[in-house]
């Protein structure tokens, strides 16, 4: 009786509500930056990023997964902090050991832990002094990258030895003072004149030994974590890309004739005489000791190659559309990236529109679900995207999201652009920046997410406006949305299309730019000045585009007399990397919107000088 009673008591709970997703979800939304898998295949070291709201930091979790019961992952170690990051993970040689790149001890090098755990070790003392790079910092430029030190760029390891690149600063002299010539606004605004170059140094892990290669100026061996470099499978030989594919062979360096074809990120074939690359819609071998290029492979309609694996049975491609990321072993709709292959196994980040990313295993063509970093989801109501295409001359895609409340009736919408990364990712920062799609919808908006078409001319926007403008015509035309209620909202070139749409157009009551603007609005730019602006702007910038937008703010207020306001963020990046300035930007943006669109004000008393300050603007 005692069991009967437990179990009526347990069958009369109630069913939770699923609540609404809240900006806090948005921001501490775990993404896996990094897969790796060892040289066994047996198991895969993967970097999960930990956002915290609390204390403004991020913390890269370094896990080990079991490859077959990719369920399982154990933490090995972490990195934390506000700048602070882990990436490129190497294994050892024998799979004993897992190596990074973080600024433990104040700059980026080399460290290593047991695949068990432990406290990291640095594996060597970089020959290079620390420069810093990142945010609007002009050595290497990396504009989506926390601005800190490094005096390694980036590694490779292998049975013979560590291949790593480091900056060499030129140390130029401004005695004479910095000429401006019209290219280098970026580097007067950050301070920073030097030229730094790139240098590939090889390390011998038994002896202790350096040497030093080759200088090159930044190019793609230089991106921070991302080593375009490769060792042959004897290790006897080094890949890597400068201007052009190039290989080391003790102390030679020559370069591959890859002819017409675009090399990829190294890969060797198993026999260590090949590359791969791209050419006339194939993959295709390049000979490093030249000859003929074979094909390999046929890539898809609309698809591109990122990536090539040569397996025993061939090529596994790591493939790209306007939709997706995925492996050519594995038919999916989801979004697989950061991919690891060994053979016919591979370790992936899986997502979609409205599922955050999680662990997936590969094998065979199965795809098997594993670690989720993202418990969270199952409590929260969440849209499903919908994929949608536009056709005005030319085919652009997106996707629309249109909330249950909205069922049968028109409501506000808003429009978030960027370029071409609407994709079949959970509220990816690369595309929604600080605007987010399923807060919005979870207030009763139509959410658009637009495309640029491809085939378009990118010196301008006037396709991606028409492309926009057909987005909401159909919307309206099916009568889900209000044409009197519409915003848009762009980052970076989006920025650019959201302020020429207000320009151009009179379907948009309020608009929202993130880290970028028009020169139709700066006053002594080449470009005709705009007589008219259609509402309300909102300027959410980094601390370099934050400069460049003044012109904007004075002119639309002094000149047009528009309401608008300019917010900067100080030490950030691109995309924002702060926890806080994030959850700060959406929800100055999403009262924004509300308040200008539909009058709508948050009953938060903490607010009341943000609307004060508004008011005085109308």
């Not at 403004?56 to 972490?78: C, G, K, Y």
């Amino acid at each position: 009786m005692k069991i009967l009673g437990l179990m009526v008591l347990v069958l009369g709970v109630p069913a939770v509500e699923p609540r609404a997703v809240e900006i806090e979800d948005v921001v501490a939304s775990r993404q896996i930056t990094e897969v790796r898998m060892a040289p066994d295949g047996k198991q895969a070291a993967v970097v999960i990023t930990e956002p915290s709201l609390d204390d403004n930091a991020v913390t890269s979790r370094l896990m080990i997964v079991d490859v077959d019961a990719p369920e399982r992952a154990r933490t090995v170690t972490t990195v934390r902090g506000v700048v602070e990051r882990m990436t490129n993970v190497r294994w050892s040689p024998d799979g004993k050991q897992v190596a990074f790149l973080a600024p433990l001890d104040g700059a980026d090098e080399v460290w290593t832990v047991s695949r068990w755990g432990g406290r990291p070790r640095k594996m060597f003392g970089s020959p290079a002094p620390a420069t810093r790079f990142g945010g609007n910092h002009m050595a290497f430029w990396s504009p989506n990258v926390p601005p800190h030190d490094a005096k390694v760029l980036a590694f490779e390891w292998s049975a013979a030895g560590v291949a790593f690149t480091a900056p060499k600063p030129l140390n130029k002299s401004t005695d004479d003072g910095v000429v401006y010539n019209g290219r280098n606004l970026m580097p007067l605004l950050a301070r920073e004149h030097d030229e730094v170059h790139n240098a590939l140094w090889l390390y011998d892990p038994k002896t202790g030994n350096m040497r030093h290669v080759l200088d090159a100026p930044t190019g793609p061996m230089a991106q921070p974590g991302k080593p375009k470099m490769a060792f042959s499978p004897d290790g006897k030989r080094l890949a890597f890309v400068t201007d052009r594919l190039r290989v080391l062979d003790g102390d030679r360096v020559s370069a591959v004739d890859a002819g017409t074809a675009r090399p990829l990120e190294p890969s060797w074939s198993s026999d260590g005489k090949e590359l791969a690359g791209v050419e006339n819609g194939q993959v295709v071998a390049i000979p490093v000791d030249g000859g003929p290029r074979r094909p390999l492979a046929v890539l898809p309609p609309g698809a591109t190659a990122t990536r090539v694996w040569f397996t025993q049975n061939g090529v596994t491609l790591a493939l790209n559309d306007d939709r997706h990321e995925w492996l050519s072993t594995a038919e999916t709709e989801d979004d697989l990236s950061n991919c690891s292959v060994h053979e016919d196994k591979a370790v992936c980040a899986r997502q979609t529109a409205s599922t955050p990313p999680r662990i997936a295993a590969v094998h065979k063509g199965t795809i098997k679900h594993g670690y989720n970093p993202n418990p969270w989801v199952n409590g929260v109501r969440v849209n499903t995207p919908i994929p949608t295409e536009w056709t005005t001359g030319f085919k652009a895609t997106g996707y629309r999201i249109v909330p249950p409340q909205c069922a049968g009736k028109r409501c506000p919408a808003v429009v978030i652009t960027h370029g071409y990364d609407a994709r079949n990712t959970f509220m990816a920062d690369v595309n929604e920046w600080s605007f987010p799609s399923q807060v919005y919808a979870a207030k009763g908006y139509v959410v658009l997410l637009v495309n640029e078409p491809r085939a378009a001319n990118p010196t301008n926007t006037v396709e991606a406006r028409k492309t926009i403008e057909a987005a909401v015509k159909s919307a309206v035309d099916s009568g889900d949305v209000d044409p009197a209620e519409v915003g848009v909202l762009g980052y970076s070139r989006g920025a650019r299309v959201a302020d020429e749409l207000m320009i151009h157009s009179t379907t948009f009551k309020v608009a929202v730019a993130g880290d970028d603007g028009t020169f139709e609005l700066m006053p002594g730019s080449p470009v005709p000045l705009a007589q008219r602006f259609n509402g309300p702007l909102l300027q959410q910038m980094g601390p370099a585009a934050g400069v460049m937008v003044t012109r904007i703010d004075e002119y639309l207020k002094h000149g047009l007399k528009v309401p608008t306001e300019l917010v900067v963020f100080p030490e950030e990046t691109h995309i924002l990397h702060q926890p806080r300035h994030r959850a700060a930007a959406m929800r100055q943006n999403v009262d924004w919107i509300d308040y200008w669109l539909l009058g709508r004000r948050d009953p938060d008393p903490a607010k009341a000088a943000q609307y004060a300050r508004w008011d005085s603007y109308r």
